[in-house]
């Protein structure tokens, strides 16, 4: 006989239904077909994102990792060869200078750039008379072209005619001197640079809850435990952004450095990586295959000290202000 179903029930299969289906109150297929659709329309939401990041990063990287293996002088035909423009860049003792001066520079820029930052925002955020004036006189430098900026500052260091000298009465020429050449550089660079780095500390210091510093006025706290002990450790966040990409643009320098110093200064003491790169790729011999090799180690060593940096400063900070 066959058996009967009572009223109420439902015969089972034998195959429980899926829980996620029940909850959903749509069958198994619909729901397939849901979460299809959903994907398609979250790729093409970032689809733009996407797109922008392979033809402006993606791309890049394969036709420099292309060249670094081949010779080509951008008119005669492209020739593979191997791995031996990596064994004559990475032989060179000149490319190892560069490298040694572009270290050198970032560790003067970063370190000076970060705390006179930090300065300019505590004395900004104070309230004081003509600080809204300051804060566009600083942000300035920032928004002007780089290269013009170093035109003007090399007017400024000539030897004969320039503005220094002119004040002082000295006939010091500031850029063609072996000891002089690559402060002076990253000075400019500083310059440029801080107001960029003041306005991130501002709004971090703006950023911090106002009963924070009131309890700890109340507990009796100076003004420098104040900023030793609360308000430098809640700015954790935005002084791991600033010093990861102040290192960064101090890695990539190239236009003031190229304005002041076009030729890499007196005993290529301004000679770092990316006027390495530039001189290798398009003066002298045009040879796209060394610059292509220097450019991929110059890229490897920003993505080492970006994890570095990681590493050592992201796990040490707090976000939450509450």
């Given at each position: 006989m066959t058996p009967v179903t009572?009223?109420?029930?439902?015969?089972?299969?034998?195959?429980?239904?899926?829980?996620?289906?029940?909850?959903?109150?749509?069958?198994?297929h619909h729901l397939g077909r849901a979460r299809r659709q959903e994907m398609v329309e979250g790729l093409a939401l970032v689809a733009p994102s996407l797109l922008g990041i392979a033809v402006f990063l993606v791309?890049?990287?394969?036709?420099?990792?292309?060249?670094?293996?081949?010779?080509?002088?951008?008119?005669?035909?492209?020739?593979?060869?191997?791995?031996?423009?990596?064994?004559?860049?990475?032989?060179?003792?000149?490319?190892?200078?560069?490298?040694?001066?572009?270290?050198v520079f970032v560790v003067l820029v970063v370190p000076v750039q970060v705390a006179l930052g930090l300065a300019m925002a505590l004395l900004l955020t104070r309230g004081l008379p003509g600080s809204g004036v300051f804060r566009v006189l600083y942000v300035i430098p920032w928004m002007c072209a780089p290269l013009a900026l170093g035109v003007v500052w090399q007017w400024i260091f000539a030897p004969s005619g320039g503005a220094l000298n002119a004040l002082t009465g000295a006939q010091t020429d500031w850029l063609n001197s072996p000891v002089l050449a690559l402060p002076i550089v990253a000075l400019v660079t500083i310059w440029s640079q801080v107001g960029y780095t003041t306005l991130f500390f501002m709004a971090g210091l703006a950023g911090i809850p106002v009963s924070v510093l009131e309890?700890?006025?109340?507990?009796?706290?100076?003004?420098?435990?104040?900023?030793?002990?609360?308000?430098?450790?809640?700015?954790?966040?935005?002084?791991?952004?600033?010093?990861?990409t102040g290192a960064i643009s101090a890695f990539q320098a190239f236009d003031q450095?190229?304005?002041?110093?076009?030729?890499?200064?007196?005993?290529?003491?301004?000679?770092?990586?990316?006027?390495?790169?530039?001189?290798?790729?398009?003066?002298?011999?045009?040879?796209?295959?060394?610059?292509?090799?220097?450019?991929?180690?110059?890229?490897?060593?920003?993505v080492a000290v970006t994890l570095v940096q990681h590493r050592f400063i992201a796990g040490r900070i707090t976000y939450d202000l509450s």
């Amino acid at each position: 006989m066959t058996p009967v179903t009572p009223v109420g029930t439902v015969a089972h299969s034998g195959h429980p239904p899926s829980s996620e289906s029940s909850r959903s109150g749509l069958p198994g297929h619909h729901l397939g077909r849901a979460r299809r659709q959903e994907m398609v329309e979250g790729l093409a939401l970032v689809a733009p994102s996407l797109l922008g990041i392979a033809v402006f990063l993606v791309v890049p990287i394969a036709v420099v990792i292309w060249l670094s293996v081949n010779s080509w002088d951008l008119i005669g035909p492209m020739r593979f060869v191997g791995l031996r423009n990596w064994f004559a860049v990475l032989s060179d003792p000149t490319f190892g200078h560069s490298l040694w001066i572009t270290l050198v520079f970032v560790v003067l820029v970063v370190p000076v750039q970060v705390a006179l930052g930090l300065a300019m925002a505590l004395l900004l955020t104070r309230g004081l008379p003509g600080s809204g004036v300051f804060r566009v006189l600083y942000v300035i430098p920032w928004m002007c072209a780089p290269l013009a900026l170093g035109v003007v500052w090399q007017w400024i260091f000539a030897p004969s005619g320039g503005a220094l000298n002119a004040l002082t009465g000295a006939q010091t020429d500031w850029l063609n001197s072996p000891v002089l050449a690559l402060p002076i550089v990253a000075l400019v660079t500083i310059w440029s640079q801080v107001g960029y780095t003041t306005l991130f500390f501002m709004a971090g210091l703006a950023g911090i809850p106002v009963s924070v510093l009131e309890a700890a006025q109340i507990d009796g706290a100076s003004s420098w435990q104040s900023l030793w002990r609360i308000r430098i450790p809640l700015l954790g966040p935005t002084l791991y952004f600033v010093a990861l990409t102040g290192a960064i643009s101090a890695f990539q320098a190239f236009d003031q450095i190229y304005a002041l110093t076009p030729s890499g200064g007196p005993g290529s003491r301004t000679n770092v990586m990316a006027l390495r790169i530039y001189q290798e790729a398009f003066q002298g011999g045009f040879n796209l295959g060394h610059a292509s090799v220097m450019a991929l180690v110059l890229f490897v060593i920003i993505v080492a000290v970006t994890l570095v940096q990681h590493r050592f400063i992201a796990g040490r900070i707090t976000y939450d202000l509450s």
